[in-house]
């Protein structure tokens, strides 16, 4: 198991901006990472992934040009900058890895590891 502790979360008006961290106790080496939402009303959705070099990335069309995606491997951390938030951004953040290698996926069930969450509200 990789142990994920996210981190950054808030209360934030429309437009405003946040930075969600992820701190894993290790990365896998050529495991890509992700970043998944879940609101009461919703099932848990993608967000955007990176794969282990930090090359590619993937985003939902809900957030694309407005989210971006980023890793320093030197500190086993990943972000997500949040951009021009919109109420229907407000959810719990979750950040997820692998123990195998994972080239990259949308699916929750190819990820293994999970942290606790983190809430992001977007007030109008």
């Known amino acids: 198991q990789v142990q994920l502790v996210e981190s950054g979360g808030g209360l934030v008006q429309a437009g405003g901006s946040l930075r969600l961290s992820c701190a894993a106790s290790?990365?896998?080496?050529?495991?890509?990472m992700g970043w998944f939402r879940q609101s009461p009303t919703k099932e848990r959705e993608f967000v955007a992934a990176i794969n282990w070099s930090g090359t590619n990335t993937y985003y939902a069309d809900s957030v694309k040009g407005r989210f971006t995606i980023s890793s320093d491997n030197a500190k086993n951390t990943v972000y997500l900058q949040m951009n021009s938030l919109k109420p229907e951004d407000t959810a719990v953040y979750y950040c997820a890895g692998a123990t195998y290698r994972l080239r990259y996926s949308q699916n929750p069930a190819d990820f293994d590891s999970w942290g606790q969450g983190t809430q992001v509200t977007v007030s109008a």
């Open positions: 290790r990365r896998t080496i050529s495991s890509a």
